[in-house]
């Protein structure tokens, strides 16, 4: 990538934080990234990432050792830059459905306290329509050399670097020809490349973040529940998703039917536009959304409920092994997972829960440390009455039946992914649910 030569500072080095921190150093930018978190930032300018994403430790290297790329734990050290990213979490407000926006209001206010040259804040963090006017409100009462933009992100946990390097578009929500211009800058090699471009104003850039997330999450939910009517009838859901995929108005990613979505986005922004939607007034809206979460969480129950009728129904006293605690395979975050749910709801009605993940159990450890913890899939089997499915890691679609066998007390598996051939477990003498 050619270098450009503009300077970037970001601000919040999370995952999204880190990820675009690391991003901008490979476009050629001088990156300066903080974070009030001195740990975290101990960690990163050792190189040393605080989380698991696959390749970005090594860009995280790359950025740091070519002098491109440092961190700091300071505002100050900040000012100067052309464009300050602002990448700090908007997690749910505790007891509500909202969007917690105390750590994006504190950024725009450290920053434009500080800031004296012509520069531009962007937010990237998703916000709820109107932050990023009140942002901009904030910054013009301290300086009026500084802009704000608003330029969401969309990239998925376990494809970070694709997702920042060659992104599927930029949204650039500006009320200025000046802050276009300097995004443009900041983004030239990848719009060289073919990356389109949408520009709008705030609003329409804040929702189009949330309604990408409340369009996936509402995919996920409708298969989930033509899964239910496929239940209630004989048709199977596989191969009808597999037929309305080949549509190409419908496509066929996001229709894999199963346990559900989960994760530090999908739930919480769907429940914030819903929230949004029901102070703006507009009930059938939030009606229709609050639904998409309705159908999810009760995937939780539906995947509890077959677990329950293999051990003639009760948990209690039961030895379960559930495979998988992560959200989704590729990453160890456990935020709002659907499997760490299921593994203690199974434990809440008393059975011994004994769970395995590739790379989770740490994090799920410290989410759930009422849970036992086993670092293979075999020792977490161990004289289980049940196997419960729960991510679809690819360590687990190569699973074999006759390896499970012998170990476990009951050959009884749910699979809350649809990943395993039922007819090779069958044929194994498992009783297996789907
Ligand atoms: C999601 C969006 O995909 C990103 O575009 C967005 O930028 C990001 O949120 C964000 O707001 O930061 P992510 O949370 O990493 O990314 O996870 P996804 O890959 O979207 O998966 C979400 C959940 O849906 C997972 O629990 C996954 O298991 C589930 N899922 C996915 C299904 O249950 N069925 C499917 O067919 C696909």
């Not at 997690?91 to 004296?116: I, N």
């Not at 999450?217 to 239940?231: L, P, R």
Request: aromatic residues 6%; contains cysteine; negative net charge.
């Amino acid at each position: 990538m050619a270098a450009s030569g503009l300077t970037v500072s970001v601000v919040g080095t999370g995952y999204l934080g880190t990820a675009h921190a690391a991003g901008m150093a490979q476009l050629g930018h001088d990156v300066v990234a903080m974070d009030v978190d001195a740990e975290k930032i101990a960690s990163l300018s050792a190189c040393e990432l605080p989380f698991f994403e696959p390749g970005l430790g090594a860009l995280l290297r790359k950025g740091v050792e070519s002098g491109r790329l440092r961190f700091t734990t300071s505002y100050d050290d900040l000012a100067g830059a052309d464009a300050h990213f602002v990448c700090v979490g908007t997690p749910q407000a505790p007891g509500s459905c909202a969007a917690d926006l105390r750590w994006v209001e504190a950024a725009f206010t450290e920053l434009a306290d500080r800031l004296s040259g012509p520069s531009v804040i962007v937010g990237k963090s998703t916000v709820p329509a109107g932050t990023a006017r009140r942002m901009a409100d904030i910054v013009a009462r301290r300086t009026d050399q500084v802009e704000v933009a608003w330029n969401p992100e969309f990239l998925r946990e376990g494809h970070a670097i694709e997702d920042t390097l060659r992104p599927d578009r930029l949204v650039f929500g500006v009320e200025t020809p000046r802050a276009e211009k300097v995004l443009r800058e900041v983004y030239r090699t990848v719009i060289e490349e073919g990356c389109p471009v949408v520009v709008a104003g705030y609003a329409t850039a804040e929702l189009v973040k949330v309604s990408a997330n409340a369009f996936l999450a509402m995919k996920i939910s409708f298969i989930n529940a033509i899964a239910q009517v496929c239940e209630a009838t004989g048709a199977a859901v596989l191969p009808l998703a597999e037929a309305l995929g080949y549509d190409d108005r419908i496509g066929p990613r996001f229709l894999g039917p199963g346990l559900g979505f989960g994760g530090g986005c999908l739930p919480k922004d769907v429940r914030a536009l819903y929230a949004c939607a029901s102070e703006l007034g507009l009930e059938d809206v939030a009606a229709f959304l609050r639904q998409v979460d309705v159908i999810n969480l009760g995937r939780r129950d539906r995947i509890l409920s077959l677990g329950r009728e293999l051990l003639g129904g009760s948990y209690a006293g039961a030895r379960v092994c559930a495979l998988g605690a992560a959200f989704k395979p590729n990453t160890d975050d456990v935020r709002d997972s659907p499997a760490l749910a299921v593994a203690a709801g199974a434990r809440r009605e008393g059975a011994r829960v004994v769970v395995h993940d590739p790379v989770a159990v740490d994090s799920a450890r410290r989410a759930r440390p009422d849970l036992e913890y086993a670092d293979s899939i075999l020792t977490a089997a161990r004289g289980a009455d049940v196997v419960l499915l729960l991510t679809d890691w690819t360590e687990f679609e190569d699973l074999d039946p006759s390896v499970l066998t012998p170990v476990v007390r009951h050959r009884n598996i749910v699979d809350a992914r649809n990943l395993l051939l039922p007819t090779r477990w069958r044929a194994s003498g498992w009783n297996y649910r789907s």
